[in-house]
């Protein structure tokens, strides 16, 4: 089955700047690969995602970059906010199956 | 307006109770799915229903029992609780159940001693 890692665990970044987290993923077949920013005490929402025939999208302050020969992608923040403070979680999708990474908590100090 | 809501938010239970954690989409979706999230916040899909038929089940005991009476609806139903079981558990709806995006409901802290 697919396998995702994700890093870093955690990330300190100072407000205002970038904030870069990165996955690999071991299915070839998977083809699509969303982003989600989980708040404390909510469930998983959405923020950007990515599909096989794409190598980037951007959306404002966040993009993802996507390198299928090398199995891994990557999610960017520029001019970082407090409220960007959460979990992140990269997924992939293969088989019909998302599989989750294990997560970066990002810290955005004022 | 809640587009998938959980109820109950929190379950504190004993050990050896039988306990269901019910779910409801409006977002006229025909895919649901059942998460689990353990203490580490690694989340991990159970089980997976489209139109109301079982697509994915994952290799989860049989105690846990999803049942969906109607496409926007999802309980699941937990047998004989096990101290391991404490997590939280999301439900989640997508429209479609290939490669779309799934929106998560808030989750039910299930606490098991």
């Known amino acids: 089955g697919e396998n995702v890692e994700q890093h870093p665990s955690t990330l300190s970044v100072q407000e205002g700047d970038s904030a870069v987290i990165k996955c690999t993923y071991s299915?070839?077949?998977?083809?699509?690969f969303p982003w989600y920013k989980q708040e404390l005490g909510k469930g998983p929402q959405l923020i950007i995602d990515?599909?096989?025939?794409?190598g980037e999208k951007k959306d404002q302050r966040i993009a993802v970059t996507l390198n299928k020969t090398a199995k891994h992608f990557s999610l960017h923040i520029t001019e970082t906010q407090p409220e960007d403070s959460a979990v992140y979680f990269c997924?992939?999708?293969?088989?019909?199956?998302?599989?989750f990474g294990t997560g970066t908590r990002l810290t955005i100090i004022p | 307006d809640t587009a998938v809501s959980q109820t109950p938010k929190y379950l504190v239970t004993q050990m050896g109770n039988d306990k269901s954690i019910k779910c409801e989409q409006n977002?006229?979706?025909?895919?649901m799915y059942w998460y689990k999230q353990d203490s580490k916040k690694f989340l991990k899909i159970m089980f997976s229903?489209?139109?109301?038929?079982?697509?994915i089940n994952e290799t989860v005991p049989n105690r846990f029992s999803p049942k969906s009476p109607d496409k926007a609806h999802l309980n699941l139903h937990i047998n004989s609780l096990e101290l391991g079981d404490s997590a939280v558990y999301f439900c989640?709806?997508?429209?479609?159940?290939?490669?779309?995006?799934?929106?998560f409901g808030q989750g039910t802290r299930l606490t098991v001693v």
């Open positions: 997924a992939a999708s293969s088989n019909e199956k998302l599989t």
């Open positions: 229903y489209n139109n109301k038929e079982l697509i």
């Open positions: 990515i599909r096989s025939n794409v």
């Open positions: 299915d070839s077949a998977s083809n699509y």
């Open positions: 989640a709806s997508s429209q479609g159940w290939v490669n779309t995006e799934a929106f």
């Open positions: 977002l006229g979706h025909d895919t």
